[in-house]
């Protein structure tokens, strides 16, 4: 598969919470978590679980810089 996006993430789903419509998917990358707000239907589609190795694809008109 292949994605315009260039920021391409490898981690680990750590938690995944489930909402009526949505979902937060939590994904442990390295030292930082990165959290994804997904539909539902997505989650069940995919499967996620926690433990679940997964790419987090970032495609963002606006990336912030802190020091």
Do not use: P, W
Request: glycine share 6%; no cysteine; hydrophobic share 50%.
């Amino acid at each position: 598969m292949q994605f315009s996006a260039r920021n391409k993430l490898q981690g680990t789903v750590k938690e995944v919470r489930v909402g009526a419509v949505m979902a937060i998917v939590m994904v442990q990358v390295g030292e930082n978590v990165i959290e994804s707000a997904i539909t539902k239907d997505a989650v069940e589609e995919m499967k996620l679980k926690a433990g679940d190795k997964v790419t987090v694809v970032v495609k963002s008109t606006s990336v912030m810089i802190m020091k």
